[in-house]
């Protein structure tokens, strides 16, 4: 009786992966490792701001410009979305910016948005991702097009990002093996017609794309993301495919009812992983910027507090005293338009400065 030879899947291939062996996790670990990182973080802001400004701030002060794990957790996956447009201004293949994503998601599992503020940490890794892509950009180029940004910027934090990495740049994700899946569909269900199969690879496509920003690269391997995309793109026909793809394998995996419980489990491994795929919320704009302002105030308390003491100073400048009640009402209202033209000034420039506080840190 001869052995029959075990033929090597690309799961399989993929858990010998150092991309397996370093970022695969369950939910629970991930979120784990999350507080472990906002944790660590807390403790070290409050120690500094206790040793530095403890003087210009009360305890409770200080505890409200600390963000908070689901602030911090908005902010990273705010600032990740935003990689879609950069790529998009370079004209970067969809590859470089899933590979930028993955990049920056995985340096905010070792550092905190408090230690390095993301602007900049989002603009090292599509630089990054773009060299391990090859589609390099010389780093004078790409600043140009970015606001407020210069070189050193981003090289500073190129070798602390690879560090974070632990020097791993190949990232193998969903999108690589739907062309694959693709083939296969036309193979299994010849009657299927060309067209309906491109429209279906094309919906899976972007929603692998939206998917990047979920966890699911996290907790699945690169076919079982595919095949779920493909599913919620067209789960009958993904259904019908799998169905005769493990009918035709080996008969006597089948006969003993193993390939039917195989199937089964695949099944509920693509429902999880099409739930993780949707399962995340970008925060809207205004909140986004509320978050950003907050770490402006955290990583530059010195500056909040300067801002403060200005409102204050002009608003007693403003005051009149009660010995000239003719002049109060005038006076009052000249300080009310005065003072609420200030506030809405620095409120700007607040979120100005907010929306573009480098991470020299």
Not at 93 to 100: I, L, M, N
Not at 114 to 140: G, Q, R, S, W
Not at 310 to 319: C, D, Q, Y
Request: neutral net charge.
């Amino acid at each position: 009786m001869t052995q029959q030879s075990h033929q090597i899947t690309d799961d399989e291939l993929y858990r010998n992966t150092s991309q397996y062996r370093l970022w695969s996790m369950t939910k629970e670990k991930l979120a784990e490792l999350r507080h472990s990182v906002h944790d660590k973080a807390v403790d070290k802001v409050r120690q500094v701001l206790l040793e530095k400004v403890a003087s210009l701030f009360t305890p409770e002060q200080i505890e409200d410009l600390i963000l908070t794990y689901e602030e911090e957790q908005l902010l990273v996956l705010a600032y990740a979305s935003k990689i879609e447009r950069i790529a998009l201004s370079f004209q970067m293949p969809s590859q470089v910016k899933a590979t930028a994503v993955s990049y920056f998601k995985k340096f905010y599992l070792v550092h905190s948005v408090m230690d390095y503020h993301p602007k900049n940490v989002m603009y090292t890794c599509v630089f990054l991702a773009a060299k391990a892509e090859n589609h390099f950009i010389p780093v004078t180029t790409f600043c140009k097009s970015l606001p407020k940004s210069e070189p050193a910027h981003i090289l500073d934090l190129e070798f602390l990002v690879l560090e974070s990495l632990s020097f791993t740049l190949l990232v193998q994700n969903g999108i690589r093996p739907l062309h694959g899946f693709f083939l296969d569909l036309q193979v299994v269900l010849p009657s299927t017609s060309k067209p309906e199969l491109s429209n279906v690879l094309t919906r899976a496509r972007d929603i692998l794309l939206r998917g990047l920003l979920s966890d699911a690269h996290f907790h699945f391997t690169p076919p079982q993301i595919a095949l779920a995309g493909l599913s919620l793109s067209n789960e009958d026909l993904v259904k019908k495919y799998l169905e005769l793809k493990f009918s035709t394998k080996d008969i006597s995996v089948n006969t003993s009812g193993e390939g039917i419980h195989a199937l089964s489990v695949l099944f509920e491994v693509l429902k999880e992983c099409k739930q993780t795929l949707q399962d995340f919320r970008v925060p809207e704009s205004a909140h986004e910027k509320e978050i950003d302002k907050k770490l402006y105030r955290l990583l530059h308390p010195n500056k909040f507090l300067n801002q403060n003491k200005r409102k204050l100073e002009r608003a007693n400048s403003t005051a009149t005293p009660e010995t000239e009640p003719k002049r109060v009402r005038v006076n009052e209202e000249g300080a009310s338009a005065s003072a609420g033209g200030d506030t809405s000034a620095d409120a700007s420039a607040d979120a100005s400065a907010g929306a573009t506080t480098a991470g020299e840190r």
